[in-house]
């Protein structure tokens, strides 16, 4: 996933996290509790940074710092944009829209730090300040968005694009920014305004309102384990997390040598892989697929349907047919057609495949003298049972190939093979917390191109995942800006004296990251608002899903993949298994995913959507399209988080930027080299370091010479052959 700090230009993106429930910004304006607060003369975040690389002066950087900060940056922004609508002039392309490219420079670099603090090495204090900024960041940002004045001339400037002699990306730039303001709501009259305000503000409150809500049936139910009876077939680390979440949940000892399940994803689904009490695996996942549907004052369907009924409105009011078409116009798919396409393509093959695993489950089940039909709590049960059976990959014996310094260098190797770069540890630079690591990322000619920092073991002020981010994005606009990335990671520390030891996915995981990574360091762009990552939400997971392809590719195996004690390569056999195993339970998967896409799409593609019963919706639209019996979509509406946050209409994406991996990859085995030169160039050109210059699907024609092709997908995910 990629987060950046809120973008305080004039085209305010909120970055999406995908595969967490992304968080939605308030968009209710509040006021300040501490009010504008005059600053204490030497705050750092106000003075000029004098350290290497201009690295934020993280050693004299404290949270008292931050409201001051931040007050004195909304002030300056707005008095900068304020200029610059405000003027007499007839607008050009200067003096409108580069000049709102060098806004906010200020109110850039406190978010940068605060953000990227208070999701690394938060504490109560940031924690307390980031309550109060975001929904100041929201207000600040809406009424910049919502500046008819500002409007006027940017509007002005786009009708008289084809005679002002722009250069493509400014033309882009210039598009973007329109856009942008459109859709924020510029072109409508006062009443109208107000009516988008109103809702945007509604929204929030319910989304708000709707997160809280699953959160609490998550954590209201509980099924106790007493005794041996009710653990069989639960491993020592289920066990162990379960009598972790006993203690946790009555810290008085009422529940002292128990164990206990929550409906948490983290606790259930291990639960669902391993327990052989067929009764409990029912009780857990029927209670899991009911969470904000539970009725009383946490059920989600009522608020669902107001927000669905408001997204629809607001769309209406933008002039689009339903939230799914407003949704879309701003991405790589552009239509709910196109979406569709994606899905149905997909969705046979996998209820094909599914079915089949399914049989394969059912004569799993005989064959143990069970005499029931697989039910959706016995899938994972039968599935795990299967998987070890055919494949026999224990994760313990692949750990001790795949040491932390290894990945890294093997990442790091991938890119200079790829890209040209060089990477150089920097042992003396201001970091935020003394586990991060520091490089210098250089060119081929020892030419700057920005930092890199890895941020790679867990601890407590660390929220849980990992993402890219960072403290500087590249441009040209005022001066040749570097930037500064930021990989953050969760991963256990190995022990005193030992190596970091990661796990296959870990190690997927590093790649992934480091691949949104290199498509903020490559970013090759003048104007702020297109560098690097901020691209279309079904475009940004290309680069990353596509670098993961090289972790497996033989040869970085062979030279990294090689045992922590004895130096020796991944036997091959164990190498074979594990590539084996990667498309076991794809119809399963596929499925589950491709069915809340599904309705999510069908959801929001509603012109009307005024007092609808979400739960018969969701079964009917599941019944149209032939959803397996076995197999529960993957978020069922009432606790889809995704689609309250900034998914909506958008939960396709993972699938849409796979079938782009895909295919990408692809290109390397055509050219049967997966380091081929050229088109390593093509795909830095038009991928890496275009940030949002190109509109997407004509940076991906550029660099494959045609469209996406979905056979590749199928093919990785083993749906077909
Ligand atoms: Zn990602």
Redesign the pocket.
Known sequence: ??KTAAKAKAQPRIRTK??AAPKRRAKTPARAKGAVRKSKPGNPLLTKWTTPFGLPPFGRIEPEHFRPAFAAAFKAHKAEVAAIAGQTSRPTFANTIAAMEKTGLLLERVCAVFFNLSGTDTNEELQEIEREIAPQLAAHINAIVLNAKLFRRVDDLYERRDRLNLSDEQCRVLELHRLSLVRAGAKLGRKGKKRVCEISERLASLATKFSQNVLKDEQSWRLVLEGERDLAGLPEAVRGAAARAASDMDPSGGLAGKHVITLSRSSVEPFLLFSARRDLREQAFTAWIKRGEMGGKTDNRAITAEIVALRAEMAALLGYSSFADYSLDNSMAKTPAAVRDLLTAVWPAAVKRAGAERDALQRRVRAEGGNFEIAAWDWRYYAEKERKALYDVDEAATRPYFTLENVIAAAFDTASRLFGLRFKELRDVPRYHPDVRVWEVTDKRGGHVGLFLGDYFARPSKRSGAWMSGFRDQSRVAGDVRPIIVNVMNFAQGGEGEPTLLSLDDARTLF?EFG?GLHGLLSDVTYPSISGTSVTRDFV?LP?QLFEHWLMVPEVLQRFAVHYRTGKPMPQTLLGRIKKARNFNQGFATVEYAASALVDLDLHAQEDARGIDVAAFERKTLDDAGMPREIVMRHRIPHFLHIVGGYAAGYYSYLWSEVMDADAFAAFEEAGDAFDASTARRLKKYIYSGGNTRDPLKAYVAFRGRPPEISGVLKKRGLVG
């Open positions: 996933m990629t995908p595969k992934h949104h997971e990353s």
